[in-house]
């Protein structure tokens, strides 16, 4: 019996050794170069799979060791994907033939996690289409106008909340994603739903918009391993059908949504928040039933408490380990409120430019989405500098290395250093295009963009104005970006401490 089995399975073998030879020669047919550290089965995904470095950072080692070609082609399991490394080609993929590459690969499943199926960002087609335009509407400048009436609320908020935290013993030692995921659950909360997001009690409730979303973005190393693998390779979630989103967390958006509608269709004074953007759709003739609004809320909240809190972090770290531009960015925000009567406006804010330069810099430091996937929907013939060419074909996945990119010091010289003046209007003429794309470019450039500016230079004129922050001994240098792979946060979190000044 165990030799005829061990015949079996050496048999097997032998004729599946064939078949893994031309899976894993498939660039070396096509003559693109192909990235060290192959393996089979699971292709170059190894270092992200036992959780030994996010997937950026892989794309990026990748990048770095191809300094000489335009293109790369790598395996994630046995599917060839492609690495572009030049600005030319990112610009031909995410906007002069964005036709051929219109989607994003990135696979929701939408019977397993509707809300997130219908976000614009992994949505495509009519989906895509609708979503978009409706979100675009939501966020013109005349509506962004009003909902900063609601963001400003949250300000005073989130000051009051530093103010009784600091009167304890004049300092507040605090994580910085724990601090602005407050600031960010409640902005989604109130702007968003126009309800209390209960972020600000002095005692942390497991009903506030930041502890529900801290189950989904804060998993454990089982739970992260598992979203990491299901996130490479999305076909195996149509067996094992696990959630993106807890079930419990849709049925607590369902109930907040249904309720809201059903009693602001009874009020005739508008409000100054999300929902009454879509009402105001629905107003206006267009249908929006209760999933969509849904989704759409979900959205709004997915993108804006989770992306926004993490570019704040990074924001917040980079100004208290530069005291000379944190220095800066609180004189510009004096100033800019005393010009506006001693109060923080929608006006003053676009007139803080440093704190702009600031912003992007940390960005480019820092990204909060290292690496953007396209996928081929109608075939392109891809041809870099140094000659290389590929005949893309519908289903080809292309990846944009944003973190190499933005560290490469072929664009930006001695790239760690932190140095906001790459942005002032004189440094951004010798930026090269298609080398930063914190929110993308293209058809597919985040919809949220001035929403999500909106509330993070508001969120730092408030902090500034009135306090100083420094890292605290807690934080743990040189940083550990988490091997997790949408987390892209460090090892032991960032803790500074905050002072009145």
Known sequence: MASALLSLILGALILLCPYLYLQYTYWKRKGIPTAAGCYPFVGHMLPVLAMRKNFPELMRKIYNDHKNSSMVGLYKAMKPILVIREPQLVKTVLQTNFSNFHDNAIEIIPEIDPLVAKNPFVSYGE??????????????????????????????KFQDYLNRRLSLNGKYEVELKYLFSKFTGEVIANAGLGIEGL????????MAFDQIGHSIYTPNFIEGFFITFLSLFPNWNRLARVKFVPKELEEIFKTIVQKNLESRRKESAPRNDFLQLMMDLEKSGEKLDLEAVTAHAFSFYNDGYQS????????G????????????????????????????TYEGLKEMTYMDQVISESQRCSVGVGTMHKLCTEQFHLEGSDGL???????????????????DPKYWPDPETFDPERFSEEGKKNNEKYTFLPFGEGPRMCVGMRMALLQMKACVATLLKDYKIELSPKTKLPLKISPVFFTPLPVGGLWVNITKL
Request: glycine fraction near 6%; charge should be positive.
């Open 127 to 156: 989906t895509w289409s609708i979503g978009r335009k409706r979100l675009t509407y939501a966020f013109s400048s005349s509506r962004l106008k009003s909902l900063f009436i609601t963001v400003d609320g949250v300000c005073k």
């Open 199 to 206: 972020c600000f009690e002095d005692k942390d409730n497991p």
């Open 308 to 315: 926004s809190s993490i570019t704040l972090v990074y924001i």
């Open 317 to 344: 770290y980079h100004l208290a380990a530069n005291q000379d531009v944190q220095d800066r960015v609180r004189n510009e925000v004096k100033t800019v409120i005393e010009k506006h009567g001693g109060v923080l």
């Open 389 to 407: 060419k590929y005949h893309a074909k519908p289903g080809t996945e292309i990846i944009i290395p944003v973190y190499a990119l933005q560290t």
